[in-house]
């Protein structure tokens, strides 16, 4: 049966922290509310998976980094693309490297023609299957510990998820599977037995990667609708929904205010307020409507490059088109 760690149980809602660097994830800061901890409370009571949806920019990857930190887990992220293979997300073999090393061998004279079972007598072991595995995130979520023995044989080593400092394998990690509707159905529909079962077999070694830690892990996927997700896959997950609220521009600025406490509140409040009117206009063009991230992005920018509050809101008008307006309106067009 689950437990709820107490770090998520009793986790403040509406307080931001800050959250540190992992990987290539810069330095950030979140604030949970009391949707988002309702949400992560369910899915790790339940062993389910959390799948955020909503609009690109609303802080959805970001919470699964937020609840691992809070957590005290370790935080093991992969970003889905059009090219993603379903065991892609189980492990990855380099079958080019291993062809590319037998052809080496052929071309020194050795004696990669030989049955494995004569080369692996005379110690020649270059082109066993396993020097050319790698774990992916779902065998590093599973089992860190044979994730790491086949991380450490293997020739072609992917990304070594960073464990937080002090932490063991048997405190969990969480995974994100980010974007997952960017992938074909066939990705999210592999995935229905893997966390069902909380195994997958691997077929080189005769391996059956399972869930070796004292915690399973808390599996968050995000999608931006882009593309429909199978009905079986919804069924099996925890579903937390990410709009923007309909009174957007004093929300944006209340979200300006803590990434960027040193900005003039009339300077956040202008930018929101540009935003609506840019989101009204994407709208009416048939195009994807700038959101969280792209205030953000020119918060940030005014804060840089404007020396105080006057010459920030002059900036304005000059800067926001350029992270508003992503599109070209009719009248523009030759």
Not at 36 to 48: F, G, T
Not at 153 to 177: D, E, K, M
Not at 215 to 243: G, I, K, M
């Amino acid at each position: 049966m689950a437990t709820i760690p107490t770090e998520l149980r009793d986790l403040a809602v509406g307080a931001a922290f800050d959250l540190d660097a992992v990987g290539s994830w810069p330095r950030s800061r979140h604030v949970f509310d009391e949707l988002s901890k309702d949400a992560l409370q369910m899915a790790v009571a339940s062993e389910r998976p959390l799948l955020v949806r909503g609009e690109p920019g609303t802080g959805k990857s970001q919470l699964a980094r937020a609840a691992a930190q809070k957590m005290g887990r370790a935080f093991i992220s992969e970003v889905v693309h059009a090219r993603t293979e379903p065991q892609d997300l189980q492990w990855r073999f380099d079958a080019v490297g291993r062809l590319g090393e037998a052809q080496a061998q052929a071309m020194r004279g050795g004696n990669a023609m030989q049955p494995l079972r004569q080369r692996r007598r005379a110690g020649d072991d270059a082109l066993a299957p396993r020097r050319f595995l790698s774990p992916g995130p779902l065998w590093w979520a599973f089992d860190w510990c044979g994730a790491e023995s086949c991380h450490a044989a293997s020739r072609h080593r992917g990304a070594r998820p960073v464990a937080p400092p002090g932490w063991c394998p048997q405190q969990g990690a969480v995974l994100l599977i980010d974007e997952i509707d960017k992938a074909d159905a066939d990705v999210p529909n592999s995935l229905l037995e893997t966390l069902g079962n909380g195994s997958f077999p691997v077929p080189w070694g005769d391996i059956v990667v399972g869930q070796t830690g004292a915690t399973p892990p808390l599996v968050v996927v995000t999608t931006n609708e882009e593309r429909e997700l199978p009905a079986a896959f919804l069924r099996r997950c925890v579903v937390l929904q990410y709009d923007l609220p309909k009174d957007l521009a004093p929300w944006l600025a209340g979200r300006g205010q803590i990434h960027f406490p040193q900005c003039d509140p009339n300077v956040l409040g202008a930018a929101a307020e540009r935003i609506v009117d840019a989101r009204r206009e994407a709208r009416q063009a048939g195009f994807a409507p700038p959101g969280q991230a792209e205030y953000l992005d020119l918060v940030r920018a005014l804060c840089e490059l404007g020396a105080d509050a006057g010459e920030q809101i002059e900036l304005l008008a000059r800067l926001s088109p350029f992270v508003y307006r992503k599109f070209r309106v009719a009248d523009e067009e030759v």
